[in-house]
């Protein structure tokens, strides 16, 4: 079955510090990877995507993921953090092996940031 | 480059009222996603359009949910009768050729 693992429920991080978020995935074929972030009380804002090539993939906002095939792993970084990234992240994977493309959404991980 | 409009923002019903939510796509996006995001939770695909036609709706409870989009564009869901655990965001999505989602600002449901 197809499936997104986001194993940390919530994150806090000091302004400045490095980010990792985590993101493993259960799919039958190549996936499409996709991170959104969403504010509090928004709708879902597209950081970054993966379709196929480089693995190492650059999105807005300063945020990188890496597509790791053997770790069934996108996860999210971010060099320096800042106040206004705390929000809720979801990692998402869809594809053309889903039917019309639909996402299938990890939990989500929320990110606090410390001053 | 206008997004995708859904409308209202929130909602406030009784158990077992109906409700009916809006949506308007990026333009010329031909495929539409209803998802329901419950809170703590990342959102669950509804039904999916493909201009006018139901791609997917393999997850919408259709004993009270249903869901159109009769010119290939804006599209409506509706709950009918409403119960508790309805409460929750539903998001429009909206897609070119099926790669990357747009998502509106969703429309927060409470249910009393």
Redesign the interface.
């Known amino acids: 079955a197809q499936s997104v693992t986001q194993p940390d429920i919530h994150i806090t991080v000091s302004e400045g510090a490095s980010l990792e978020l985590r993101c493993n995935y259960s799919y039958g074929a190549t996936p499409y990877l996709f991170w959104y972030v969403q504010s509090p009380g928004q709708g879902l804002q597209l950081l970054l995507k993966y379709f196929s090539g480089d693995t190492l993939v650059q999105g807005i906002k300063g945020f990188e993921a890496e597509f790791k095939r053997s770790q069934s792993s996108f996860n999210l970084r971010k060099p320096s953090v800042h106040w206004s990234d705390a929000a809720e992240y979801f990692c998402a994977v869809g594809g053309p092996y889903n039917q019309g493309g639909k996402l299938i959404f990890g939990q989500g991980t929320e990110l606090s940031v410390k001053p | 480059e206008a997004g995708?409009a859904?409308s209202p923002r929130y909602k406030i019903i009784e158990k077992r009222q109906s409700v009916a939510f809006w949506c308007n796509p990026i333009s010329g996006h031909a495929?539409l996603?209803w998802y329901q995001q419950i809170l703590?939770?990342?959102?669950?695909?509804l039904i999916?359009f493909?201009n006018n036609g139901v791609?997917?709706d393999s997850q919408l409870p259709k004993d009270r949910f249903s869901a159109e989009r009769l010119k290939g564009v804006d599209s409506t869901l509706k709950i009918q009768p409403a119960k508790l655990e309805d409460s929750a965001v539903y998001?429009c999505?909206s897609?070119f050729l099926?790669?990357?989602?747009?998502?509106?600002?969703?429309t927060?449901l409470t249910v009393t």
């Open positions: 995708v859904q495929t996603y703590g939770q990342g959102p669950k695909l999916q493909q791609v997917d998001l999505a897609s099926r790669r990357e989602q747009y998502f509106g600002p969703g927060r």
